[in-house]
């Protein structure tokens, strides 16, 4: 058990090399789990980390994987005990804490939740932090009141993690989706998910000088950020909301009070990261019963440890299509 497997990612005079070691379980930081992970996924996070942004991990060599399911080995909690099958994400896993790109890491027993019944570990982490972060998405839009039949609810983003859950999970939900994306090879794929609309990325970009846009989405899921954002709050039906998630496509926009006292819009802020454990736990929950997506396989490619160099130059060059699921046995 000393030995194991890592994706380490090392910095070498200005350049940041990614490469596959074998670590030593003593390396890992103090805490009160040890688990062996069986399962992990790749997030833009993830990506960022691995390309030395200082901005997720301060220091290197360092190991990323903001997600991880596995089975505990060794617990100096009551609340745990060996061979308990736990998910982890977020907090400070994989960005400054060793994460689960390692067959093994060591974390604070706040981290964990144990796995659902009704979610295997493979499924937990097909879904991973991109899937938790879809259905906060759209648990915060119905909390302002959004419903099945008040009109199309747009998802941006459409083909990455977040994006691509949250067109299956509103779908599966009885939504009609529109799903924007800049791939529009991938349309099939959206349909296949549950779109009943495509939105080219560039309809999304049109009339920013304009201070509203014509009403078109009864609720909408923003994975991009950016000017794309205002838009689509320009673009709300009366009492519409917009989940913000993201912000591949930046993070600042050049907004106006209109849309909000014209048509009494709320932009709702989502984070999957520091949210509290019980929420977190209640959220996995509803995804293993009464959200359950089927057919996850139409998400996920999946590859072993070996495979994530590549991978992350996907995601960085914004070409990855659904998830990514990393196996580490």
């Known amino acids: 058990m000393s030995k194991f497997k890592a994706l380490l990612v090392s910095q070498e005079e200005s350049t940041f090399v990614r490469q596959v070691v074998e670590r ?6 103090a805490g009160e789990l040890l688990i062996r992970v069986r399962y992990s996924s790749l997030n833009f996070k993830d990506a960022l980390s691995a390309s030395g942004n200082r901005g997720v991990t301060r220091n290197y060599p360092h190991t990323p994987g903001i997600d991880a399911a596995g089975t505990i080995v060794e617990s100096a909690v009551a ?3 060996p061979g308990d099958e736990v998910i982890v994400t977020g907090y400070d896993l994989g960005m400054n804490t060793a994460g689960g790109f390692g067959q093994y890491i060591r974390i604070p027993a706040a981290w964990a939740i144990k796995r659902p019944q009704g979610l295997s570990l493979r499924e937990a982490m097909v879904l991973g932090t991109a899937g938790l972060t ?27 993690g977040v994006g691509s859950v949250a067109v299956s999970l509103l779908a599966r939900l009885g939504y009609e989706v529109a799903a924007a994306t800049g791939k529009a090879e991938q349309g099939e794929f959206l349909k296949r998910l549950g779109a009943t609309q495509i939105v080219e990325r560039a309809a999304l970009q049109a009339g920013l000088e304009r201070p509203m846009l014509k009403e078109q989405w009864a609720g909408a899921v923003d994975t991009v950020g950016g000017e794309i954002l ?17 912000l591949t496509a930046g993070t600042g926009f050049a907004a106006n009070v209109m849309p909000f006292i014209l048509r009494g819009v709320n932009l709702l802020g989502v984070d999957s990261v520091e949210l509290p454990l019980m929420v977190k736990a209640a959220m996995w929950d509803r995804l293993s019963l009464q959200w359950k997506l089927e057919g996850l396989d139409e998400l996920v490619q999946e590859l072993p440890l070996e495979g994530l160099p590549a991978a992350i130059e996907r995601i960085l ?10 196996r580490l046995d």
């Open 317 to 326: 060059a914004g070409q990855q299509v659904g998830r990514v699921l990393v």
């Open 24 to 29: 030593d379980v003593a390396e890992l930081p």
């Open 230 to 246: 205002f838009n689509v709050v320009k673009s709300l039906r009366y009492g519409g909301s917009v989940a913000c998630c993201g």
């Open 79 to 81: 609340e745990f005990a």
């Open 134 to 160: 879809a259905a906060l998405c759209v648990d915060k839009l119905e909390q302002a009141g959004l419903t099945p039949g008040a009109g199309p609810v747009l998802v941006t983003g459409a083909t990455g």
